[in-house]
Each structure stands twice: as C-alpha cells, then as structure tokens.
C-alpha cells in the first residue's frame, strides 16, 4: 500500500494534488485542518488498469465512513449547542399556574418520592474547539461533496459517454448546470448524437422568452436598471436613436434619475440635444412621479438609473419610485454579458423589487460566453427584449428570438475542452444544490 500525506491551502487543492500524483483510485484516510491549509493523508492499494474507469469500491467505502464522521460530529455539535442554552427556571415556576383545577373528591395521600439528586452543573465549552469542530465539518463536507461529484463524473464517463459529451459542449458553453441537467433530460432517450445536440439546442431555444412586440413600439414608460458598468446609459441612448429615426423626435423624451456619477446628466444632455429631445432631470427633492407629469403626452418616455450598490438607501429609494402602479413603468434588467454568473444573480436579486418586464443584454461583442446570461434569463423568466453586440448607436442594437440567441452562444462557445475537475466540480455543484432544495 502506498501512503502519503498532501498539504494544501484548501481542500480542493489538496483533492487536486492527490488525483494528480495517486489517482481517482486513491482513498482519503485521514483529513485535518494545519497551519496554512489542509492536511490530507491518501493510500493507494493497486496500480490503476487503464481499462475504462469502473465504480471505485474503495472510494465507497471511504465515503461511507466520511459520511458516519459528518452524522457524528453534527450530532455532538448539536448536544454541546444544547447544553449550553440556559435552563428557563421561571417555566417551572409558573407551572402551578398553567395546571388544570383538581376535583374536589377525596384523594388518598401517599408518601412522596424522593427528589431527584440536583443535576450537574453542564461543562463549559470553549469557543475555539467549537470554532474548529465547525471547521472541521464543513472541510469533511467539503470532502464529501468533491468525491461524490469525481465519482458521478467517473460513472457517467464510462457508463454514458454521450450524455457526458454533451455535458462537456453545454459547459463550453457557459451554461448553468441545473440548466444543462433539464435539457439532457429531454434527450436522453436519443442515441445518436448529432440528433441529440440538434434537438437539444431545440429546448434551449424554446425556453428563452422573447417579446411579441418591440417595447419602443409598445410606448410608455421604459425604465434601465441595473448595477453600474452594465450599459444602461449607452443602451438608453441606442433605443432613443432606434426610435427617432423611425418614428420622428416629437413623441420621445429622456429622463435621467442619475445625480450620482460624475457626468451622467451632461452625457444625457448632449444626446437629447443630437436627437432634439428633451431631457428631464430628476431633482432629489421631487418625485419621480412629479418629474414624469409634464410628459404624459408623449408616446415613449425612456428613464436612465443610477447604478448604485445594493446596500444603499438611496437604491431603494429609486426602486420603489419604478414600482409606483401610478406611473405604470415597464423596467427592463441591464445585463452585460461580460459579467460572471454570481454578478449577474446578484443583479437580479437586487433590482427584483421594482417588478422586471424583462432584461437586456449588452457586451455581447465583448464577451467569451452568453450562458451565463442566458441561464439567468431562463431561470428567471425574464424575456430578452433587446440584444446590444457593439458602441454603434444605433446600429448595434437587435431584437432576439431565441433560435438567434442559441446560435449566438453556440458561436461564443470556448474552443478548449473542460478540464475533468472543472466537470466533477460542476456536478458536485449540482448535488449540493440538490441538497439544499431537499433541505
């Protein structure tokens, strides 16, 4: 048997470096948080055959025993939790009160029993050791997790290589993996491959939400919101200029609640003064409301936010004003493609509260994948009103349809081949998203 000891920052290097010098074979006896990282001791009974890779009897196992150390550590740390809550006195106190009123027949007395021995006095807990036992849960769940996903990996490899082909091509593509995970669903029954991809960027296309009609020709008010950097300003201006050039300067104005970046309102100004429309400027001391009144009769009336961060007073302020029933504003999502998946979330979770008539893309020419945004989008139910590819005004400005949109991302799709601990990492992800939906 070949033992070793791996040291790391964390535990998914420390996993890294174990696959990389002992193998998918090699089994985790031993785990301990050090100073600097993690401490992960690996055996290795056999020689890995180079035959297709098989369920791991020995990684099992080992998974198993991980498992009954994460029921017993939550349990101990469940009773100490326990013990060190105060006893409520005053309940047993006023017990007497909470008792029914006995009856009033006689009643045979008897001997009272003996009162019970007084119960110790709980140990104190130091707070350290509960720190690390916390610590050392969550490194054996973390542990627990990676195994189960380089495990679902190595059988989906082996037993399916078509599904797992496809998993690897919606993964270049940047797709979420609860995502993927549906659309292989709806095509596993389909075995050759070429038919599979087709009808699976079939689904994907019909799960992508698009207006029936243009917002612009829809009219009313039309609010951008969205974090700062994602384009409203630049989109904002694209949609006034879209607008003009087809129906005239007449029927539109601009209106800016921007009086927080430096420049916001004179770049608004300047486009207003290009395409002889006029521009409103919110003032703090009046209400959205208020602003908007002097242009009930214009057709199409386009509102430019401040991105601001999630936590400020003022964000809320702003998002409440977008929600009044009384202005009736359809307020679409700003999204760049460029951004990560945990931004994008984050973006939506903060601007919600206004009620999204849908989102719009942007950045599409400078970016190397569109699931990320497509994944949002679809798992949200936000239509993709507009799609922004480029800086020209207005010509870099289109209105999607779904089978456009997939062949756009299919195009943006990374040419290199995920690496297998990025795919057993996305499945982890998966299980522990499962996971907490059953929890």
Known sequence: MQVKRFFAADMRQAMKLVRDELGADAAIIGTRRVAGGVELTAALDYQAPAAPVQANPVLEAELRKTQAKIASARAELAYREASEAPKDRQLFANESLLAPELPATPVKLE????????????????PTALEQMRSELHGLRELLEMQLGSMAWSQLQSRRPQQAGLWRRLQRMGLPAELANGLLERVSNIHEPRQAWRMLLAH???????PKEEPLEEGGVIAL???????????????AARYVLKYGAQNVALVTMD?????????????GRILDVPVVQVDPSQSLLQALAPLARKRVVLVDTAGLPANDPALRLQLDALANRSIRAKNYLVLAATSQSQVLKAAYHGYKRCGLAGCIITKVDEAVSLGEALGLAISQHLPVAYLADGPRIPEDLQVPRGHQLVSRAVSLQTPEEPSEEAMADMLAGLYQGAVRRVG
């Not at 919101?225 to 949609?239: D, F, Q």
């Open 259 to 271: 009086s927080f970046r430096i420049g916001a309102q004179e770049q608004l100004r300047t486009l």
């Open 225 to 239: 919101v969205g974090p700062a950097g994602m384009g409203k300003t630049t989109t904002l201006a694209k949609l």
């Open 204 to 210: 994907l296309a019909q799960s992508i939400q698009t």
């Open 111 to 126: 001997r009272p029993a003996p009162a019970p021995a007084p119960e110790a006095p709980a140990p104190s807990i130091d």
